[in-house]
């Protein structure tokens, strides 16, 4: 069982930044990869990020490259996503979630790849 903790959500205006955060318990982490998902109403939960533990790999969605970066601190067993340049379109829910390995980082982008999912934080982009 892993269990995740997601804060930093809220209200910027466009062209502002945020921080997102996602705090992890559990056993075995170091096997999981962990990924960052939105969600907008009446839309798909769609791939925003994902960072491996093990090597620190990553990788990110055409959307928001250039823009946001996923990071890491392991000793806190934890995982962030600054978002800078936000646009309204990026409004949505965000998700933090946890999955086993698969062997390369371009394999964990689809929601399928995820065991385990935090809350949602929600992020409003005004423009």
């Known amino acids: 069982q892993v269990q995740l903790v997601e804060s930093g959500g809220g209200l910027v205006q466009a062209g502002g930044s945020l921080r997102l955060s996602c705090a992890a318990s559990?056993?075995?982490?170091?096997?999981?990869?962990m990924g960052w998902f939105r969600q907008a109403p009446g839309s798909e939960r769609e791939f925003v990020a994902a960072?491996?533990?093990?090597?620190?790999?990553?990788h990110f969605a055409d959307s928001v490259k250039g823009r946001f970066t996923i990071s890491r601190d392991n000793a806190k067993n934890a995982v962030y996503l600054q978002m800078n340049s936000l646009k309204p379109e990026d409004t949505a829910v965000y998700y933090c979630?946890?999955?086993?390995?698969?062997?390369?980082?371009?394999?964990?982008?689809?929601?399928?790849?995820?065991?385990?999912w935090g809350q949602g934080t929600q992020v409003t982009v005004s423009s």
């Open positions: 960072i491996s533990w093990n090597s620190g790999a990553t």
């Open positions: 979630a946890a999955g086993r390995w698969a062997g390369s980082i371009a394999v964990m982008t689809g929601k399928y790849q995820y065991t385990y």
């Open positions: 559990g056993r075995s982490f170091s096997t999981y990869a």
